[in-house]
């Protein structure tokens, strides 16, 4: 396993509209490490992992890319590092259950 991170962040801050969604988090993961975040409804874990992607900017704190600090623009600029995500939405999957269905 490598010694290198993949993602960290740390310190990192983020409001909206007076409400601090996050205050001081860090998170690490390294390549081929498989993480969870797991949480109650407004805990940050979807604001953490919408600012690894690009889509919001830390208020406060750093990330690092490699192990190297970066400051991304956008989601373009997150993709050109090879960091996506995927939206969690009930709309992505249609509903099914554990019956078999013959074809």
């Not at 001081?24 to 490490?33: L, Q, V």
């Not at 890319?65 to 090879?82: H, M, R, S, T």
């Not at 995927?86 to 999957?93: E, M």
């Amino acid at each position: 396993m490598s010694t290198q991170n993949a993602i960290q962040l740390s310190g990192v801050s983020k409001t909206f509209d007076g409400f601090k969604a996050l205050s001081d988090a860090d998170f690490t993961a390294r390549w081929g490490e498989v993480h969870a975040l797991l949480g109650e409804n407004g805990a940050g874990k979807s604001s953490l992992m919408n600012i690894v992607a690009g889509l919001y900017g830390p208020e406060g704190g750093s990330l690092f890319i490699d192990d190297n600090p970066v400051k991304l623009k956008g989601p373009k600029e997150a993709a050109k590092l090879g960091i996506g995500m995927v939206h969690q939405h009930f709309k992505l999957v249609t509903p099914f259950t554990v019956a078999r269905i013959s074809c």
